[in-house]
């Protein structure tokens, strides 16, 4: 693009997602301090040199003053980040009412809230009325700050509303969507009240995209059996305006991954772990509780006050005293997932229980670490999942555990990049059991710390990565208990060139579909697209 000097200059991209890829703490009056969230949407926007990326978001604080919200803006304007201004009463409606409690779920198969159908019913309507209100609250940022040539990503369900109220402010903007979650059939998403209003919304944007090419065609299908439009090879078409629906796989920074596994913190987080899994250490307050009461609930709690601390080995040195014992371990298997329903994690520890229970001479040689990061813990779906998981880790710890070791370590935290890298590099079977995933890029991440290892993926059939890395990982049936705990015996017992096979599989994909290339697609493809005002022009 040439600016008016004749000098090539950047294209402006305005990233507009729900959050923004920063965490804001108010310190006084005019002063807040921020932290820059590396997500894989940040790393895939930062590799992408050809754009200059803004981003357009909430910062997930309520910010009611307008000395406080200037100052807020000001310090984001430094990190290129434009906030969003949200009370507490549309994040309420809006973000934990219609996206979260209507959309995600819906959109995982799990269906609309049932407990109360009246008051959902009746609640329904306000908080979708909420959720237009937010959507035209970010389109009038966004519209504040467009510049002519910009091209507009909008990110995920939070903002299906956004595309049409953009093209309402200027048709000849150029829109994109991408939804990071699954579109699900079509008779799934027949029964969101909203269904048509969202269905024409989204398709004001010029091009549509989703992770693969399964969703894509659910959403082409909705259009076509909801609204009466027309589905052609290249996208959704009513009376003569086309929209662009396609799919872009997302991948992540790879070499982020591969070059930090060779940092030398890591390193020696990885031989500590190393060390530590190579003979048995266990706490014994946590035995005696889990033998108490079957339930690993307070021994947690115990053990997590002693290890909330952001090194994983001195975490794991401090909630295992030294009580060295027993044979030496002969596997990892790992879980790193947000505390979701959807993630599957009970599935995933019934599995590994009845793997347990049919292979004895395995007991005090695996272990399970479940990495689980607690999220939407206000809401009480959330809490019941939280204490079903520990009911359960407790139960199976009880039933399988002995003086010298418990066969599942589950932490409720979030780990640090090095912590975590180091974990999926010393891991030999890493598990995802999602029940639905728009893609997964735990799976990504632990087969680019794998170069070494090349342990085996255990992989749900129903996320988005199946489709990507099926041919190298071994995928189940997460509701088919059975199957998985087949797979567990599987995986720990598979040869050598079978994984080393299995593994280049997935590491030649993960390294060469990264998320530079995913962002660079779309927004090309982005660009390539015509508006509907332009050809209007032409014509
Ligand atoms: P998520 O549902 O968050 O993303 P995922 O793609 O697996 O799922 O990404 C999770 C991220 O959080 C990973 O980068 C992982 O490292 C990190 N993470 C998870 N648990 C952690 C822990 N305990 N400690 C530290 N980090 C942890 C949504 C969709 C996905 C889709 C992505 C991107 O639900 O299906 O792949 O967006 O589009």
Known sequence: HEGQDGRSVKQRLLVVANRLPVSAVRRGEESWSLEISAGGLVSALLGVKEFEARWIGWA???????IG???????????????????EEIVHQYYN???????????????????????????????????KRANQMFADVVNE?????????????????????????????????FLHTPFPSSEIHRTLPSRSELLRSV????????????????????????????????????????????AFPIGIDSDRFTRAVELPQVQSHIKDLKERFAGRK????????????YYLHSAYHYALELSYDDDLTAAFTRSHPPLLVGTALTAVMLGVDRLDMIKGIPQKILAFEKFLEENPTWRDKVVLLQIAVPTRTDVSEYQKLTSQ???????????????????????????????????????????????RDGMNLVSYEFVACQEEKKGVLILSEFAGAAQSLGAGALLVNPWNVTEV?????????????????????????????????????FVSELNDTIVEAQLRTRQ
């Open 389 to 435: 998981v520990h009911e359960i880790v407790g139960r199976i710890n009880g039933r399988f555990g002995t003086l010298t070791a418990v066969p599942i370590h589950h932490l409720d935290r979030s780990l640090d990049f090095h912590a975590l890298c180091a974990l999926y590099a010393v891991t030999d079977v890493a598990i995802v059991t999602s029940l």
């Open 97 to 131: 009412g219609y996206c979260n409690n209507i959309l995600w779920p819906l959109f995982h198969y799990l269906g609309l809230p049932q407990e109360d159908r009246l008051a959902t019913t009746r609640s329904f309507q306000s908080q979708f009325d909420a959720y």
């Open 60 to 66: 997930g604080v309520n910010v009611p003053d307008e």
């Open 282 to 293: 266990v706490c014994i307050a946590l035995i005696i509780f889990t033998y108490f009461t």
């Open 145 to 177: 700050h467009y510049e002519e040539g910009d091209v507009v990503w909008c990110h995920d369900y939070h903002l299906m509303f956004l595309p049409k109220c953009l093209k309402e402010y200027n048709s000849k903007m150029k829109v994109g969507w």
């Open 203 to 246: 398709l004001a944007a010029d091009l549509v995209g989703f992770h693969t090419y399964d969703y894509a065609r659910h959403f082409v299908s909705a259009c076509t059996r909801i609204l009466g439009f027309e589905g052609t090879p290249e996208g959704v078409e009513d009376q003569g305006k086309l929209t662009r629906v396609a």
């Open 69 to 87: 919200r200037r100052a807020l803006a000001k310090a984001l304007a430094e990190k290129r980040c434009i906030p969003v201004f949200l009370d």
């Open 485 to 521: 705990a087949n797979s567990i015996g599987y995986a720990l017992n598979m040869p050598a060139d079978e994984r080393e096979k299995r593994h280049r599989h997935n590491f030649a994909h993960v390294t060469t579909h990264t998320a530079q290339d995913w962002a660079e697609t």
